[in-house]
């Protein structure tokens, strides 16, 4: 049953069920042998079993089959309702021919067992087995299983055909507004950049002293670039793309050192399979934090750290920038973007100031309840 627990309502039919059995049991006349005892004692057992109906149908379907022929073979006359019941939760999970199997046994071991209780007419033992167990009982309980079953498959049909119908529009409307900004971003902060580019390079070949202004339209242009650029990736980040995870960290901390910036990568603990969604979110919290890092921090370096733990995936990110605790930035669109894809996923993040200066940006991901 693995970690799954019963459940005090699976305790309590398992209860209800088997005082019945002892009930009908103990109304018929029965002395108080060992013989008598074992067939008390199979009667609650058989019902008590049905509480693990749902989390080992097979099992007990074999527990109560085994137990309504053993009191059957001590001579008590009593249906096998415990079957019954196994036989709808075994059905109910799937196991349909393994039920047909068991009860087919079973309708040929009841008799035998009839038989052997003290019964020597053929004819009493087959009607005695038949009172234990109707074969209209028997399919109608595999019946209302299977139903049920049935209805189970649907709604899960129905509910991933929903969620399929939405991400797919999700995917649409990504690429639609990715085309949007494209359409009417793109050219005109291209042509601010050029513009500005031209209007430096003229200045400086004329040995001119550039405007303070005209530089921050050069820096301002260059990064309204980079954004959108950054910003249409994203959007256009869908299934149809090969998705950027884990693999690609190395790429960004060797792209932040092209920038000037000291970066460095320490991976610990062995990699297993990291599911998808965690791969992604990986990639995107390093590629913010180190783009956060060289545009405020500041800083002269930047140590990226990434942890390969039994149920969690640690990724941490420390700079050396001018940040210190009693100036901490304001959570901006980045850091707000992760905490949502972190939480997301079940995971923690935390970004503030460090003691001795900087910033660092943690988050702790989960890996076991999503695979």
């Known amino acids: ?51 693990a109906r749902r989390h080992a149908p097979v099992p007990v379907l074999a527990v109560t089959g ?67 167990l109707e074969l209209a009982w028997l399919i109608a309980a595999g019946a209302a299983g299977e139903a049920l079953r049935q ?19 999700a995917d649409e409307e990504r690429l639609h507004i990715a085309r949007e900004l494209h359409d009417s971003l793109t050219h005109q902060i291209s042509v601010i950049k050029v513009q500005a580019e031209v209007a430096v390079h003229l200045a400086q070949k004329r040995g001119e002293q550039v405007p303070e202004t005209l530089l921050a339209i ?16 994203a959007l256009r980040d869908d299934d149809r793309n090969p998705p950027r995870g884990l693999d690609q960290v190395p790429e960004l901390v060797e792209r932040a050192r092209t920038t000037g910036l000291d970066a460095t990568l320490t991976i610990e603990g062995h990699r297993d399979d990291v599911p998808a969604a965690v791969d992604r979110t990986a990639y995107r919290i390093v590629q913010e934090s180190l783009t956060n890092v060289a545009r405020h921090a500041a800083a002269a370096s930047a140590r990226v750290r990434i942890d390969y733990r039994p149920h969690a995936l640690l990724i941490r990110v420390d700079d050396d920038g001018r940040t210190t605790p009693d100036s901490a930035p304001v959570p901006g669109v980045g850091l707000l973007g992760m905490r949502e894809r972190v939480t997301a996923l079940g995971g923690h993040l935390t970004a503030a100031p460090r003691r001795e200066g900087g910033f660092t940006v943690q988050a702790e991901l989960p890996v076991d309840r999503l695979s």
């Open 1 to 51: 049953m693995g970690r799954r627990r019963i459940g005090a309502g699976d305790w309590a039919i398992a209860g209800g069920v088997a005082v019945i059995l002892l009930v009908t049991g103990l109304s018929g006349p029965h002395a108080a042998t060992g013989r008598d005892l074992l067939g008390y004692a199979l009667l609650a057992a058989g019902g008590l079993a049905l509480a």
């Open 66 to 132: 085994l137990c309504a022929v053993g009191h059957q073979a001590a001579g008590f006359d009593v249906p096998a309702v415990a079957y019954l019941f196994a036989v709808y939760g075994a059905v109910r999970a799937g196991h349909r021919t393994v039920t047909v199997a068991a009860s087919l046994l079973m309708l040929a071991a009841l008799p035998v067992a009839a038989m052997v209780s003290g019964l020597h007419d053929t004819g009493e033992a087959f009607a005695r087995a038949r009172g234990a």
């Open 151 to 169: 209805a189970e498959r649907r709604a899960d049909e129905a509910e991933r055909t929903r969620e399929e119908t939405a991400r797919r529009r």
């Open 218 to 233: 050069r820096e301002a242009g260059r990064e309204a670039a980079r954004e959108l650029r950054a910003t249409l990736e």
